[in-house]
């Protein structure tokens, strides 16, 4: 362990989306940091869990490893722990996993989890067994009860259903924040520039379930932030290819090939359509820009801040 995370406190989950539950978990475990004077690291596992035992139905990663620790990192936990779940981690007894790693490698101080964290060789292990053997050890144990918002569980699978279906704001809300992703930018066949719109274009994994569609954006280039306005789709009037994010930047010029940005959806303002001509698509793209400028002039719902910049 670095010296900076010696006797830790440990929040530990798959936090995938690191939502409004998550966050409650993890302001516990910094309540509990803090009565003991320790630092505050957070422990999750890659890949997820569910990809290593069904690897034939990969799972929409809402926050990739990278854009957790950015996100944490902004939420001002001291660090992040990484497990690789492999097979030796899947057979790993419940019992082994407190002893040897937790309470042993991490000489953790104290350790925060949510009500349905199952771990260990047939997810035999609960948050009860971690409390029990933190109390034996004399260390401290949180377990955080579920949280619910409209009526509904805050949960990772909500928030991808949400986002494939295009209900962005509902989203956002279970959240707790704009949704967001990182992404690198690519050559692309430069169709954008010819239609006086050029494009940054995103490639995102093939198991984003994310709804094709105009969307209006928020995106982080080198620390700062601009509005923009992407589609996320096949290009129906030109090719019909694999799906691309292509992001038009209203104040930027310069060269972004191989840069790293955060994006920030906002919202969703139509569908993908398919034009009978260039000249429709081009009037339609000046409505999309219009439009999206009117809602990014709006201030971010009081319950779904922006995180940008990162």
């Avoid at 030796?88 to 349905?116: N, P, Q, R, W, Y």
Wanted: with cysteine.
């Amino acid at each position: 362990m670095p010296a900076a995370l010696a006797h830790p406190v440990v929040v530990i989950g798959n936090f995938d989306g690191l939502h409004r539950g998550h966050r409650a978990v993890i302001e516990a475990g910094r309540t509990l940091a803090l009565k003991l004077g320790r630092p505050l690291a957070v422990l999750t596992f890659d890949p997820h869990p569910r990809s290593y035992f069904r690897p034939d139905e990969p799972v929409f990663r809402l926050t990739p490893d990278p854009l957790k620790a950015a996100i944490l990192a902004h939420w001002g936990v001291d660090g992040l722990m990484i497990l690789s779940f492999d097979a030796a981690m899947a057979a790993t007894t419940a019992e082994d996993f407190v002893e040897k790693t937790l309470f042993g490698a991490m000489d953790a101080s104290g350790v925060a989890i949510g009500h349905d964290f199952h771990f260990g060789k047939g997810r035999q292990g609960s948050p009860h067994f971690i409390a029990e053997r933190a109390t034996a050890k004399g260390r401290a144990a949180v377990i955080v009860p579920p949280l619910t918002a409209f009526d509904e569980p805050v949960s990772s699978t909500a928030i991808r259903t949400a986002l494939a279906e295009g209900d962005l704001p509902h989203a956002n809300h279970l959240l707790g924040y704009r949704y967001l992703f990182q992404a690198e930018v690519r050559h692309g066949e430069k169709i954008g520039r010819t239609l006086g719109f050029p494009t940054a274009n995103l490639r995102l994994p093939p198991e984003n379930s994310l709804m094709e569609g105009i969307y209006a954006v928020r995106v982080e280039v080198d620390g700062t932030v601009h509005d923009g306005v992407a589609s996320f789709g096949r290009r129906p009037t030109f090719d019909n290819g694999a799906p691309l994010f292509e992001i038009w930047l209203m104040d930027f010029s310069g060269d972004l090939y191989g840069k790293t940005l955060n994006v920030e959806c906002v919202q969703r303002q139509r569908g993908e359509l398919k034009f009978d001509s260039v000249e429709a698509l081009i009037e339609q793209m000046h409505r999309d820009a219009v439009d999206a400028k009117a809602i990014l002039a709006a201030p971010p719902a009081p319950e779904a801040p922006s995180l940008l910049p990162l």
